[in-house]
């Protein structure tokens, strides 16, 4: 299902300044889309007012062509899945049960699971890594784990587009690249996911397309070979960057430099080169 945002403005009660600032974007099926920026650069405003959570000030937020406020609640809630930065569980509840949640969207009211929503629900465990952690309660999860679970809910869901805010935090190398490798494999299948993150170099060797935010604003968009550069990059986040190609992936790379060898906005210096066309290998 294709996510757009139209101008949207985003504004926060006693704020001098708007969260977000005509920021224009579109995550389609089939793509895997990221959004990157410094820390209050505007990420979880956007997030928030592609979920329906924050109503724009300005501009429109579209869900298939349609206005998301056109949008039952409840079809919104079948159709677009999220995982959130942080989520706190206050009652007991097992991985799987919990996992099962995401089923909730798809029952009517006291309807209980049938066949289809089961076979859902061991296949998010399964793509997660969580099977053996099924019977667990989530309160005995480590931060990984618990993270990996709540990426389970939402893959459980079926849902058409995916947003997820920093969904690999607190996981390993192993899950990170697990859960990303399965993000990607989702979104090519045809599924639209939209990630959230500050990891510039996973960004550029998992993602289809980039969007990079500073202060509400939407500096560059585009492929990872168009986004990630070291004038760019430098100028967004006040540090000099270099940018290489990976051997392995042919990614854009990028290495922070010492302040000392920073020259100006435009600085290259390090042995830094001009990225290559992202070829999408893992």
Known sequence: MKLEAED????YPGAETPALDGVSMRAEPGILYAVLGPNGSGKSSLMRAL????????????????????WPRREVARSVGAVAQSETVSFPISTRDYVAMGRYPHL???????PADREAVLRALEACDLVALAGRD??????????????????????????????????????????????RRSAHAGMTVLLITHGLDMAARFADRMLLLSRGRAVAEGPPAEVVRP??????YGWPLAVHRDPVTGAPRVTPLPAAEAEGPG????GASEPAPHEGSA
Do not use: K
């Open 51 to 70: 979920l329906g959570l924050l109503p724009p000030a300005h501009g429109r937020v579209l869900l298939e062509g349609r206005p998301l406020a056109q």
């Open 231 to 236: 004038e760019i990059l430098r100028e967004v």
């Open 267 to 270: 600085d290259r210096s390090a």
């Open 8 to 11: 949207v403005v985003v504004r």
């Open 138 to 183: 989530v309160g005995t999860l480590s931060g990984g784990e618990f993270q990996r679970a709540r990426i389970a809910r939402a893959l459980a869901q079926e849902p058409g587009a995916l947003v997820l805010d920093e969904p690999t935090a607190s996981l390993d190398v192993g899950h990170e690249m697990t859960i990303l490798e399965l993000l």
């Open 108 to 114: 009517g009211p006291l309807e209980s699971e049938g």
